[in-house]
């Protein structure tokens, strides 16, 4: 299982610091949120903040964009060439164009299930994608507690796609890593890391 620190709960004064920290620790990777202020209340990220952290840390990125205006964002983050760039399928109607797109700029290519949207929302475009973002908490802000409803989505995607990568985003823990650890290929995990004294240890316990 893979641990992508996600950037959301990173102290932004200390960013070399941070970044720096987290590859010592054996980060598998860092994910970056995107919000906007209309699909989500708060609003994150930016292609500046992002730019800055690519030159910083080498470290592959996954971008998540929590945006209205997915066919904009999807074309500017492009350019950054992130390892993957997904995409909620609750502010889209047909996602196949961007996800083709996507692919075809050699980006792995997803789609976010939030936390309260049912399953039936996002089957008919499993097969098209290259990982699936499965949200345990309500999308757009650190620091909630897990809900299994997410976690009984990623399980029922794996039975319909033993193959298909699925990441999950929120909530946790060294505890409720232990419930996902049979379904997810990688957990992104903001709160439990940034709070941590040792990024090393915490990370290890959560892979392992």
Known sequence: ??????LLSINKEKLK?????????????????????????????????LN????ISDLPINIQLMVQD?????????????????FHIETTKNPIPLLKLIKENKIQAGLTIDLPTPL??????????????VMTVKAGAGG???????????????KLYPKLPIH?????????????????HLLDVGSAIFKSNDYKKIISDLRN
Do not use: R, W
């Open 120 to 133: 039936e929302k996002i089957k008919p475009f499993l097969k098209d994608l290259d990982f699936v973002l």
């Open 52 to 55: 800055k952290v690519k030159k």
């Open 144 to 158: 909630q507690k897990f809900d299994e409803y997410g976690l009984q989505k990623a399980k029922e995607i794996k």
């Open 168 to 184: 999950m985003d929120g909530g946790i823990t060294i505890q409720t890593a232990k419930l996902c650890k049979k379904t997810a």
């Open 17 to 49: 610091e941070e970044l720096d920290a987290l590859k010592k620790a054996k980060a598998d990777g860092l994910h970056y949120d995107v919000m906007d202020g209309k699909f989500v209340p708060n609003k994150f990220g930016g292609i500046k903040l």
């Open 70 to 86: 997915n066919e904009k964002e999807v074309k500017k983050y492009i350019k950054a060439k992130p390892q993957g760039l997904c």
């Open 1 to 6: 299982m893979l641990i992508y620190p996600s």
